[in-house]
């Protein structure tokens, strides 16, 4: 892989005495899906938040295209293109499937807000929207409204509305919570179709999920890196199988 899209140096972020996030060197790479796994507490949710922006770190830098992005906020963080989905998404529910997408695809395109009456007229957002949905696969919900939409489905709609405004980087936490075991696959199935074309970076406690989808596997606990490598390795590595002993939910 090229040089690093994204990058950690030495992050660390310290609530109270406690370490969350220790020291953490990570590349995420063009065109690369990178799961970051780790048992309960490791530190996971506190390192996309570091870097998304929603936290600054205590030491260490986060590097956007070898620049240090470590002191921007979310909104800049989001206008260079690092996009976490559910920042970006939030569902209107009394509208459709394709209007949300459209929502999102305006408010990328940096307008200020406006409200759906004169979005709806704007025919370039609309075909933006439908294009969209349709490489995605999701066509035939364009005109469901979004509230109807299944759990699953809404998870589909945000990832969808996060990839509508282009994202260099995309952030996912957790998109397979709480989906049910059709839903699970559909997800799979549908990240899956992402790989290559977008940069991805996964958090996910579902194994399957993971080692069904990661180009590479970083893994944390107690907020510091204890592996990082091709998924056959990770699974292999007796230091990760010590470090999630005792979480039963979380069988490697
Ligand atoms: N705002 C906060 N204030 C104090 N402690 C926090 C805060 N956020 C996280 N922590 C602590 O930091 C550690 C790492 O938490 P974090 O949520 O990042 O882990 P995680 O790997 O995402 O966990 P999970 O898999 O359970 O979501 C935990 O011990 C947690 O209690």
Redesign the pocket.
């Known amino acids: 892989m090229g040089e690093a899209i994204l990058q950690t140096a030495g992050v660390t972020k310290t609530?109270?005495g406690?370490n969350?996030?220790d020291a953490v060197d990570f590349t995420l790479a063009p065109g690369e899906l990178v799961a970051v796994i780790?048992?309960?507490?490791?530190?996971?949710?506190?390192?996309?938040?570091l870097l998304s922006g929603a936290l600054r770190p205590d030491t260490g830098a986060v590097m956007f295209e070898g620049r240090d992005i470590s002191r921007l906020p979310v909104h800049a963080r989001a206008r260079l293109g690092i996009t976490r989905s559910f920042q970006i998404a939030s569902i209107f529910p009394g509208l459709t499937v394709m209007e949300n997408v459209a929502l999102a695809a305006q408010a990328h395109a940096g307008h200020s807000f406006r409200f759906w009456g004169e979005v709806a007229h704007e025919a370039p957002l609309r075909r933006k929207a439908h294009a969209q949905l349709a490489e995605l696969g999701l066509a035939d919900c364009a005109d469901r409204q979004a509230a109807q939409l299944s759990h699953g489905e809404k998870r589909l709609l945000e990832i969808a509305m996060a990839l509508v405004t282009a994202p260099r980087v995309l952030l996912l936490d957790?998109p397979m919570a709480g989906l049910g075991i059709a839903e699970a696959r559909r997800m799979i199935d549908f990240i899956a179709a992402l790989k290559g074309r977008f940069t991805i970076l996964l958090?996910e406690?579902d194994m399957e999920a993971v080692f069904a989808l990661a180009d590479r596997v970083f893994v944390?606990a107690s907020?510091a890196r204890v592996a990082d490598g091709l998924p056959d390795e990770v699974r292999a590595d007796a230091r990760v199988q010590l470090a999630y002993l005792g979480a039963e939910d979380e069988d490697l």
């Open positions: 609530f109270g406690l969350a996030v780790g048992p309960n507490g490791a530190g996971k949710t506190t390192f996309v938040n957790e958090v406690h944390l907020g």
